[in-house]
């Protein structure tokens, strides 16, 4: 049976496109119904879109699959952003006030829109994280109904470059597929994953994926820093293709061997590693590969992504995600650089899931940016019944089957959401999905039977109006 209501989700990661659609409860709990994996490492590099064609394609084929295995058409999707070109910048804003002004509402929303134009050379505000406000020599999070002469708003602009922000949307309006909303995937992913106590009490996401890992700072439940670092798992295989073996041949030697820190103890000196039934590696060798690059990863996640004035403040620890979180010792690896021994590995989001996908089930970590973004849709992304064998003759457009446009709506609140406006502002794309109105014209009636006979009667059917339409109107012209 086809799927009636459902939401639909892509996540735009840094090697592969995922394709899930689910239902969302009213208690937050989420059912999967289909979830499409495409490998994109031919048109994306490191989360940035390089290649708009091969990534067209790329998602007109997770859309056909997702209608396939859902037996219905999408009218919309959400979208998750990520990659290399993200990043954050920090800004102020600065308004004087007259003597004795009482600080309102509107003037709060006068220093966000001052900070929302702010220009940047090549650069986009994709969002902004309302850090606090400083009156006088106070820093506020809330300073509406404070009598100042001065106030002052500190923000956290998340940005990203400007072709890829357009090509991004040009892949989406290429392929017919009309954007619902769209969202920062770092973001999607630590509401879905991190508890309210440890965004309050100060933590680090660590998201590592499989060419990027994404660094999250929060504190007192508000973004401190966003960074992501072209540095992933995939670097990992690659040194390990240094000791002659192919990329597939590394890819399984790493799933199945690598560890993130090994103690010299445990492994013997002579001790070798099979690549096949010819082949063997050192397992020495192959150790010292795959622990100097994961030491450089957590370097320059700890020592460079991570604000001095937060580390200290990390009282909710470090919680780790994404596919290299399953690497044995990672947790370890961690604490011995960081000096934090707080640690968590988030395998799947904190919303109870209900699915019969294996990746789902898995629990591995692989699964929780998608899942984000599914729990972040609210509007029903499902459109016209698929039918399983249809006439070939039956051309009829019923009025239900076809999904409304969607209405965005923005959340007025201080703050950040996740959520990327489009290049022309809150408008979202044309939805290419809605049939278009024709001209009412009469009915041509077909026969019941095909063939033969449906040819010989559409001749009759010309020969007759051409006779009746030769025929004067009336007696006096003849």
């Known amino acids: 049976m086809a799927a009636k209501e459902f939401i639909v989700a892509i996540e735009l990661g840094s090697s592969k496109i995922t394709g899930i659609a689910g239902r969302k409860s009213a208690d937050g709990s989420l059912q ?4 499409v994996r495409e490998d994109a490492t031919s048109c994306i590099h ?22 396939t295995l859902l037996r219905s058409e999408i009218s919309m999707v959400y979208v998750g952003i990520g990659g290399q070109s993200i990043r954050c910048i920090c800004n102020s804003s600065v308004k004087n006030l007259p003597e004795d002004t009482i600080i309102s509402q509107d003037i709060i929303n006068e220093l966000m829109d001052n900070n929302r134009c702010t220009e940047y050379p090549d650069l986009e505000i994709l969002d902004v994280a309302t850090q606090e406000f400083k009156v006088d020599t106070f820093y ?16 956290l602009n998340i940005v990203c470059r400007k072709t890829f922000y357009r090509n991004l949307y040009k892949c989406f309006e290429k392929a017919n597929i009309t954007i619902a909303e769209m969202y920062l995937s770092p973001i999607a992913l630590a509401h879905s994953i991190l508890t309210e106590a440890e965004m309050r009490s100060g933590c680090l996401l660590v998201d590592l994926g499989a060419s990027t890992t994404t660094v999250s700072v929060y504190h007192k439940n508000i973004l401190r820093h966003l960074a992501v670092i072209p540095l992933g798992g995939n670097n990992i295989t690659k040194d390990i293709t240094t000791l002659l073996m192919d990329e597939n041949e ?27 039934d010819e082949r063997s590696v050192s397992a020495k060798v192959f150790n010292e590969l795959v622990e100097a690059r994961v030491s450089e990863i957590i370097h320059n996640v700890w020592f460079g992504q991570v604000p001095s004035k937060y580390s200290n403040r990390l009282i909710g620890g470090i919680i780790l995600t994404g596919g290299g979180s399953k690497m044995k010792g990672i947790k370890k690896a961690f604490a011995d650089i960081t000096g934090i021994y707080k640690i968590r590995i988030a395998g799947t989001v904190s919303q109870k899931v209900t699915s019969t996908d294996e990746v789902i089930n898995a629990k591995d970590g692989t699964m929780c940016t998608a899942l984000g973004l599914l729990a972040k849709g609210d509007m029903n992304c499902s459109g016209a019944t698929i039918k399983p064998t249809a006439d070939l003759f039956d051309t009829e457009r019923h009025a239900g089957d076809t999904a409304a446009d969607p209405q965005r709506t923005k959340d007025g609140k201080p703050g950040e959401t996740g959520q990327v406006e489009s290049p022309e502002g809150t408008q979202c794309p044309v939805d290419k999905h809605r049939p278009e109105e024709k001209p009412t014209q009469k009915e041509l009636i077909v026969p019941p039977n095909s063939g033969w006979w449906s040819r010989r009667y559409n001749s009759l059917v010309e020969l007759f109006t051409k006779i009746i339409s030769a025929e004067p109107e009336d007696d006096t012209q003849r």
């Open 140 to 155: 506020q999070a809330d300073p509406v109904g404070i009598q100042s002469d001065k106030i002052e708003g500190n923000f």
């Open 32 to 35: 999967v119904l289909a979830v």
């Open 250 to 276: 590394a890819e399984e030697m790493k799933i199945k061997y690598a560890t993130a820190i090994t103690a010299p103890t445990e492994t013997e000196p002579d001790a070798t590693l099979p690549i096949d």
């Open 46 to 67: 490191k989360g940035v879109v390089y290649n708009i064609d091969k990534t067209c394609v790329c998602l007109t084929d997770i859309i056909t699959k997702l209608k």
